[in-house]
Structures are given as C-alpha cells and as structure tokens.
C-alpha cells in the first residue's frame, strides 16, 4: 500500500537535545511538507521541499532543520534552539508540478514531541 | 484577523441532525479550498476539495461564496462516526510558486446518541 509513514510516533526529548522525526513516502510524490499542530491552533508549516536536494523554509522555522537526499524521506531534526519543540508533528506529501495549487496534500500518521 | 478563521465549537448534534459548520477567509485572491477531517490524535484526511459551484458527496455538501469570502461544509443525517474536528483549508496561491496551505483550527463535532 502506498502511504506516508512517520516515526516514532512518540518521541521524548531532553533539553539541550537534537532529536530527528523520521518520514518516508512511497506515494512518488515530488513535494514533501513538515507542519507543527499545537492544542487549539491550526498547522503551521516549518519546511517544505519541492524537489530532491532542495528546501524552503516555512511560516515557523526557526530552531528546526532538514534534508532532503532522497525523494522518498525527508527528515526533520528539532535543535535545541527550538525552546518550546512540544507538539503534534505532521509530515505531508502532494504530487507536485505545474497543478501544485489544486494538489491535495496527503499525510503520515503523525509524531508526537514531549520535553523531559 | 487570521488568515482561516473557524468557530471552534463543539457542536453538540443528534444522529440524524444536520449540521453546518463556516469558514472565513481574508485572502480575496485565494482559489482553492478544501475540507479535513481530524480524527482525535490522528492525521487530518481529505474530506473533499470545494469547488465554485459546490461539490456534493453524500451526506456532505461543500459552498464556496467568493463574494463574502466563506466555505461551508453541511453534514446531512450525522453518524456518531462523523464525530471528529474539520478543518478548513486555503490554498492562498502566494508568490515563490509553492502548495502552501493555510488550516483553520477547526471546528469540533460530536454527534451522540
């Protein structure tokens, strides 16, 4: 089954800590997006890339990095420069290409960052 | 004023009620516009795109009024598994050429018995 999948889905993180979510797709999708849903707020974007070796950065990323090296996975690594890193973490996937603006975004299960 | 702008309920409904749920948005320029649903602690999913001239898909009914710059999901006949948060979705078609998304907060939905 093509999907996006995420992991781990909970992750606990010490202070002064870098820790990586991981997320793979299989979909062949060209387009890949990390977002950060906080309790009683909409998803907010960090990253996203639109092709392989290349990312732009999102509404929100200060203290967060990623790569993209390969078209299925594309990592995301909360630095300890994120002071408040707690949160729902949602990586997503669309197609990409010239119809980008009709494009659904489809998303992996989800990982959720607690600070020790 | 935010971007997407929802009511965050809840709406508490009966099986069997209609609901419906708006949304606003402040982007005059924005062209896409779609409805997720948000199962609790979960991903959100595609509950479906809307269109200019309405999308219908069973139960549910989606409305575009570019002119008053709202989208409106109605739920026909709600199912207690209908219960979950929807979340509307503005594609605001912004310079730099990428499928940026602007979410809503949601709008909680509890159907009970």
């Known amino acids: 089954d093509g999907g996006i999948t995420q992991s781990p889905k909970y992750l606990f993180r010490k202070e002064g800590q870098n820790v990586t979510l991981s997320c793979e797709q299989n979909l062949n999708h060209d387009a890949m997006y990390w977002y950060r849903q906080d309790p009683g707020q909409g998803l907010r974007l960090i990253y996203y890339s639109q092709i392989v070796n290349d990312f732009q950065k999102g509404d929100i990323a200060e203290g967060y990095s990623v790569s993209r090296e390969k078209k299925e996975s594309f990592p995301l690594t909360v630095t300890s420069a994120q002071k408040n890193p707690t949160a729902f973490y949602l990586c997503a996937s669309s197609k990409g290409g010239a119809s980008m603006y009709q494009e659904t975004q489809y998303f992996g299960p989800g990982t959720r960052l607690l600070v020790l | ?113």
């Open chain 2, 1 to 113: 004023r935010k971007e997407v702008e929802q009511d965050p309920g809840p709406f508490n409904v009966p099986e069997g009620a209609t609901v419906a749920f708006n949304c606003t948005y402040s982007n005059s320029a924005s062209q896409s516009f779609f409805w997720y649903r948000q199962d609790c602690r979960k991903e959100p999913k595609l509950l479906m795109s809307v269109y200019s001239s309405g999308n219908e898909d069973g139960r549910f009914t989606a409305q575009l009024n570019r002119a008053s710059q709202y989208i409106s999901l109605l739920i026909r006949d709600s199912k207690l598994s209908d219960s979950a948060t929807y979340l509307c979705v503005v594609n605001p078609h912004a310079s730099g050429g990428y499928n940026k998304l602007i979410f809503g907060a949601g709008t909680r939905l509890a159907v009970h018995p």
